[in-house]
């Protein structure tokens, strides 16, 4: 509508050459604000009349004929505008084409986004959004360009779920960032950090030193990183140079990007930051350092340790014998331990399971006899404090990266998950699944999942690869069958099927479809239930086969 | 899969270009997996059927003859195509396999033998018309006459009427039109629909709309009073008009008129097709462009009542067909006989290259050209060539890659995403874009990436390199 002020403003100015038409109409040599004037007051009372002239007989149909005659002959007369400043163009993109058939399946899945939901229910049909961020990954794995005219959907998709954001600004490439850079609503492309899309030429010192100098604080973070990942000691370097001069909030974000490429030339500038103000900092050079078993703070700790945990002599059988320290001295403080429990928990106890955290795992074999660690770990624990030991031994398995004694500390997957010895919530098992390889923590989830059913597995399932191997796949997919066959309804298991259907191998598509059947209602069985079965299972085959076609449109 | 298909599929884009709306098209793309479908199937005269598991025991029967195209369904939407037709159509643009070649099922053919049984029939008719001329008899002729001459003096009535609240209002002044609202408007605009004069009437409910469209408004009420009145008056003084010019004023009053030039065939590469909805009545508008005459057509289709407009034409698909010019000498056209079923572009060498288009400044001078045959146009369809998006103040403009020249958006394309798809396209370099240029501004309908020196895509379009029928599908882009 307003877009009409053009013919007015400046975009489009009107001609000031009219016609010759001029003469044929005795208001035509009006000019246009007067007949605007005339016709807003009223012709009775301003009446439209030519400088000199006449006031015409009839005076409305006079000015309606005249502002006819001014409007078409300024339509007529448009000129073009004087264009603004052109934008430079956006970078070139040497990534190659995406082939046309993945195209169009990104097309679709960004319109699916885009559109309102149809209804509540999830039917027989695939989640097309919850597939975009596995799309993205794989276009981005094997190097393709995103097609202009998707980068604007791709945007608002990135724009609607922070977690589309890292893969969907790396896919849109510099054409994102050059449309980000025109549209506000897509500024938090900009933003860096998140999205790993400024990584910056860490290949230029002098270009690298002004950046940390002069850059803001996600840019430095970014830029932090992008060096440690290359060199780690440049990376050490660049941070030592400010450090003094750092806020203790960024202090504690840089020291946190040294846990990528942590080594033993890191020791030295972790003791320092041992003594720095800020006590989170202090925190996180202790926990950096407690990674790193060589190191003298490391020895520090595994001999208050080794004063508290003992094998125990007095009785018959081997067992550990746990005297909790009496008090946190200044030793302790600087290396970082944390004097004041939290609120119901006792101090001692506090004390030494950061002492036992932080202490190397490789202490407690030389400890108790060159044991392996399944045996220490198996050995009765004396007054009750098992499971402070225990839970303490599990973060620094997890902290270390320690195989061994994460799989010490696991157990048997087939014993009750409650069950004494070994850590009992489902969270510390997935955090020490995580520190197992690829293979293994799918074949113990596997094993838990055979044993335990589906109830408690969403979380372990989450720290397994996707694709899910072929015995894990089966583990889940037998496990929802046993639920089906239980009775419930599929909604009680929407989380494991959710996941499913972007874990599990698009192999198994084939496998799965048998299940896709509708069963006899059975006694005893939810009603319908054997119907949402049927439905969920027939999303999750369709789901598999649909990866497997944009697996395969992706080559 | 047999070896060769004669028929070429439409693309994704091409299929949802067709969606009535948003939500059919989710919907039509959540039915697009082989698990709802049986008995799917397409043959070589361009039919594609199937049936589409629903809520009820019965599967719904969708079949679509892509030559029309022309759609049926047994489902009780009234979205058109729906979803079950644009799901098929979209299962078939997969190309996965999942739609067969064979013979159409029998409740297909069936459907399939009557459509193309009627369509026959009309075309056989027409042509009798054309060539015989022996239609109704002198009887049915003078009837005709005198029903026709009956509505021009209602028109007459109420073009008179019209001109006497236009008198009053300008005597007492616009001011008062803004106390006055949008109700006497509204109740001017019955009088008109009475009058059966349905484009008086419409642009008169348009004009009470203006007091509330923002500064300015004056200006605006009195340039479309001004063009009423002159319509006004030039229907009263028809007779005294030139043939195409009075066929034009009777167009534009809303005298019911018919394709009668004769039929132009080309082959036609559908540039846009967008919905206009307007309280009962949706008006669908399809651009063509023919690519051995270089006219430009526009085909117009109806829906009443929430219905969606019955044509529909892939964007980006180029047909062979004959179009029927309405007098006036206006671009719009029936859509005639077609040759051969809608040429998508794999498998067909077809290129689609944009028309060749010009400067910014020849799409003025043709705006203003048009404006001499019909001074009530809005807009003018236009091809910019080598045109680069360029923020301004307020907006975006499309600015001439050589030269100093540039055309502003019109608000309504600034609001619209093809804006953004517009810009991503050209990535800062010239591309060519089809739209409507008026005086509220330029607005863009489809784009074509022929400046190749955008950072953007520029490898990508009809240089030979790649399998050269993806290029080509994917040439336009959608803006609307």
Partial sequence: MNALNATEGDPMPPTTTGPTTASVHPLAALPWEELVTSALLGTDRRPPAAPGGPVPADGPAALLDAAALHTVRRRAGLLPAVPGARPAPAPHDPRPQL????????????????????????????DLTELIPQWLATANRRGFRAPADLVPPLLDAARARTDLRPQALAFAGPLGLWLAALNPEWKFALRGGAGGSLVPDTGDPEAVGRLWEEGLFAERVALLDAVRTRDPAAALALLTTTWSTERAEDRLMFLDSLRNGLGAEDEEFLEQALADRSRNVRATAAELLSALPASAFAGRMAARATSCVNPDRTGAGASIAVEAPHECDAGMRRDGVVADPPTGRGERSWWLGQLVEATPLGVWQERFGGRPAAEIVALPVADDWAGELHAAWCRAAVRQRHPEWARALLGEPSAPPAGAPGPTSIAERSKLLAVLSEAERADWVAAFIAAHGLSEAFQLLGVCTVPWSGPLGRAVVDALDIARDGGSYPWSFSGVMGLAERCLDPAEADRLEVLTATPDEQEGASPGAGGYWSEAFQRLVSTLRLRAAMEAELT | ???????????????????????????GNKLATAGHWSGTGF???????????????????????????????????????????????????????????????????????????????????????ASGEAAPGPAGDAAARKRAERRAERVTAGALELEQRLTDLLRGGLATADRAGYALWEETAA???????????????????????????????????????????????????????????????????????????????????????????TTRRIWLYGRESGRTALLLSFGAMGRAPELALPVGVTIDAELTPYPGGGLRADLGRQFAPPAAAPGTPVPDTPPPGGSTAAALAAYGEALRGDPWLDAWPVTLRDVIPVPSEGGWQLADAEGASALPLSSAALSRPGLWKLVALSGGGPVTVFGELGHRGFDPFAAWDTGGTGGGDSSGFGDGSGSGAAEVADGAVRLI
Wanted: one cysteine or more.
């Fill in chain 1, 99 to 126: 082939p046309e058939a993945a195209r169009h399946r990104l097309a679709q899945l960004l319109a699916d986004r885009a559109a309102p939901a149809a209804s509540g229910r999830r039917g027989a049909a695939p």
């Fill in chain 2, 1 to 27: 899969m047999p070896a060769t298909e004669s028929v070429a599929r439409w693309t994704v884009e091409q299929v949802l270009s067709l969606a009535p709306d948003d939500a059919s098209r989710k919907a």
């Fill in chain 2, 43 to 129: 043959d070589g005269s361009g039919a594609v059927w199937g049936l589409c598991k629903g809520s009820g025991s019965k599967p719904y029967q969708t079949v679509v003859d892509t030559t029309g195209p022309a759609y049926t369904c047994s489902c009780p939407s009234r979205k058109f195509p729906c979803k079950h037709a644009l799901g098929l159509l979209l299962l078939r643009a997969s190309g996965d396999g999942s739609v067969p070649q064979g013979e159409p099922a029998d409740w297909a053919a069936q459907w399939l033998t009557a459509r193309r049984g009627r369509a026959e029939a009309k075309q056989a008719k027409q042509e009798a018309a």
């Fill in chain 2, 191 to 281: 009088r008109m629909v009475d009058a059966q004069a349905p484009g008086l009437a419409g642009r008169v409910r348009e004009l009470g709309a203006i007091p509330g469209s923002g500064p300015g408004w004056p200006v605006r009420l009195l340039e479309e009073c001004g063009l009423l009145h002159l319509l006004d008056t030039a229907w009263l003084g028809r007779e005294r008009l030139p043939d195409p010019l009075a066929a034009t004023v009777r167009t534009r009053v809303g005298l019911p008129v018919s394709a009668e030039g004769p039929p132009v065939r080309d082959r036609w590469l559908v540039l846009a097709q967008y919905d206009t909805p307007d309280g009962r009545l």
